[in-house]
């Protein structure tokens, strides 16, 4: 059932880092809700967990691709849940590659939904409640959007739309509402990632280690609690990587 207590909207949070962000907030005494679309399984297991530790959650299932029913399908079930909003994390991602020659306008028109769209329609539909609480915006941006891959033309161009949202969306936001992005480098290795490929990387990182779903909850948790004066800030968590 709904508490007094602050609540958080974390999108693609039922698994991977968008989970890890998920019960980071909710152990810190936050209620949730959160979006999925095909790992029902785990959004139930999570939804479950959370309801054990004592806290109210919300799993919406949607697609984040038809942006303009998903965010109104959002903002229908949150409504019916909870009276306020606290902080909006748009960490929903599609981690799609394509060189230039295969790039087209559905793999285009579906990374600009989910990673572009979705943010600003989110954003728009929550403004009032997320003023009256002094509250938070956190997007998922990645160090890619200013290093851009080749092989992820789209994806990464998506990105560096998010990432110039982030400080347009600050200045509108503001004095109530601050907004920032977090750019991690590696935080969870794809399932089929080559070893040699890992380890390429991470000799290019000073830190010599990836970072993990938790370095990026915890990133997170701070905006949330603590980083009242932080806005318009792109904030690369990537061990060192953006400097070598």
């Not at 991690?184 to 990632?193: A, L, M, N």
């Amino acid at each position: 059932m709904p508490t007094d207590a602050k609540v958080a909207l974390v999108t693609g949070g039922a698994k991977r880092v968008g989970r890890a962000i998920v019960e980071r907030l909710a152990s810190s005494g936050y209620d949730i809700a959160f979006t999925y679309l095909s790992s029902q399984e785990d959004a139930h297991d999570l939804q479950r967990s959370l309801e054990v530790l004592g806290r109210s959650c919300l799993a919406i299932r949607v697609d984040l691709t038809d942006p303009e029913h998903a965010t109104a399908a959002i903002e229908e079930e949150f409504h019916q849940a909870y009276k306020r909003l606290d902080v909006l994390v748009n960490s929903a991602s599609l981690y799609l590659g394509a060189r230039l020659a295969k790039t087209d306008l559905e793999l285009m028109h579906k990374l600009h939904a989910i990673h572009v769209a979705t943010p600003v329609l989110l954003c728009k539909k929550f403004e009032s409640p997320l003023r009256a609480s002094n509250g938070k915006v956190i997007n998922m941006v990645d160090l890619l959007a200013e290093r851009p891959w080749p092989e992820m033309l789209s994806y990464c161009a998506s990105k560096a739309a998010l990432a110039n949202l982030t400080l347009g969306l600050a200045k509108e936001l503001a004095p109530q509402v601050t907004v920032n992005g977090i750019a991690p480098g590696v935080v969870e290795w794809p399932d089929d990632y080559p070893e040699a490929e890992r380890q390429k990387y991470l000799k290019r990182v000073p830190l010599q280690r990836a970072g993990t779903p938790r370095d990026v909850a915890n990133l997170v948790h701070y905006l949330a609690t603590e980083g009242s004066y932080i806005t318009g800030q792109i904030i690369r968590l990537d061990g060192g990587r953006s400097i070598t």
